[in-house]
């Protein structure tokens, strides 16, 4: 099959959904089949307009941003690349670089995929105009979607759910996948303590963006309710961002000494940095940032319980006081209280079923056929 997957980012951009795209893409390549990437040019760093990586065709537009990376709009579409195209599979309705490309290549007749994502969630956000324009922008998209495409999906059993009760939809529930690697490599403290001269018993562990909506500064907040009965603990924060404002509030809070910002890392180690920890903390403030989470899934494959805001998809994957602890968004104490919990307890049940990006390529590719063969009869 010709498949072209339409995204705002990829690759060399750092991020959930970049991420995403990029392995199913690669696992489709490596299955035989002859797969594309449309994207803006937006965070490629002086990359070519068309490059292949590790077997994709990736191909960058010119767009204009308004503001937010969902309101990308693309200036030109690359019309030989769609020529004889089995299937265009978009990653997000909520991206009016997706919804655009995908109106005006819906005249050549492709099979149409479409990842539905954080469906309504805006209307949880903190920001009123957010939680007003930006949700009837969110319905308006997630209408458009619903007729544009042939194939609906989601990755979420909260975006399921919505769209069954609202919108009447019957959606194909497709996971995001992990690397196998997470499953078989063997554990390894080591390899983090020793980058890092990390000496503490209890390390604490946050992977992701330092973005305020992910919640990082809540985690800070949260040490000095730590501190208060655990003295022997490091709060790691991995990811990519600014992390000024994040050490200038753990000064305020006289808690520095407790934390350590490393900034993206390789795989490497920020597995062994998961087998160091005791818990993975995921400490985000609103439904909207929540879709999936990667994080959640590595920490399960390497046996590591999960301590989270109870927003987004997050309620519905982390079962509280199996494979992790659920709290309330914004309460720094409650967050605290959870992490306490998880650096005495042993009997944390973690026994995910988790899914290979090998596998979810696989699926996603017989679904495809399956929806070609449905189109043509």
Request: glycine share 4%; aromatic share 6%.
């Amino acid at each position: 099959m010709k498949i072209v997957h339409v995204v705002h980012h990829y690759h060399p951009v750092i991020g959930g959904i970049e991420r995403v795209v990029q392995r199913i893409a690669e696992e489709q390549a490596k299955l035989g089949h002859e797969v594309h990437v449309i994207t803006s040019k937006y965070g490629a760093k002086g990359r070519p307009k068309e490059e292949i990586i590790n077997g994709v065709h990736v191909h960058r537009v010119k767009a204009h941003r308004l503001l937010y990376p969902d309101l990308t709009i693309p200036r030109e579409i690359p019309k030989e690349v769609l020529k004889q195209t089995d299937v265009v599979h978009a990653h997000s309705q909520n991206s009016l670089f997706n919804m655009m490309i995908l109106k005006r290549i819906k005249r050549r007749n492709p099979t149409i995929a479409l990842h539905f994502m954080a469906v309504d969630a805006l209307k949880t956000h903190p920001n009123i105009i957010k939680r007003t324009v930006g949700a009837q922008y969110q319905e308006k998209m997630t209408k458009e979607g619903i007729k544009l495409a042939d194939l609906h999906l989601v990755k979420s059993r909260r975006d399921e759910e919505v769209l069954k009760k609202k919108y009447a939809l019957n959606p194909v529930y497709i996971p995001d996948g992990i690397d196998e690697y997470y499953l078989t490599k063997p554990k390894d403290e080591t390899t983090f303590r020793e980058k890092f001269g990390i000496h503490e018993e209890n390390v604490i562990l946050y992977i992701g963006r330092l973005h305020p909506a992910k919640g990082p500064h809540i985690l800070i907040k949260a040490i000095p309710h730590i501190t208060k009965h655990e003295r022997d603990i490091k709060v790691v924060f991995i990811g990519p961002g600014d992390s000024t404002w994040l050490i200038k509030l753990a000064k305020k809070l006289n808690v520095e000494k407790y934390t350590l910002f490393t900034g993206p890392v390789p795989e490497e180690v920020k597995i062994s940095a998961i087998d160091t920890s005791k818990c993975i903390v995921i400490p985000s403030l609103y439904d909207y940032v929540e879709t999936f989470s990667l994080v959640a899934s590595e920490a399960w494959a390497r046996g590591k319980p999960v301590i989270a805001s109870a927003v987004g998809e997050l309620p519905y994957r982390v079962k509280h006081e199996a494979n992790g602890l659920l709290v309330p968004p914004n309460d720094p104490e409650a967050l605290a209280n959870a992490i306490r919990i998880s650096l005495h307890c042993n009997n944390f049940m973690i026994r995910e079923e988790l899914t290979t990006w090998v596998q979810i390529a696989d699926i996603l590719c017989n679904i495809y056929r399956h929806s070609i063969t449905i189109r043509s009869q």
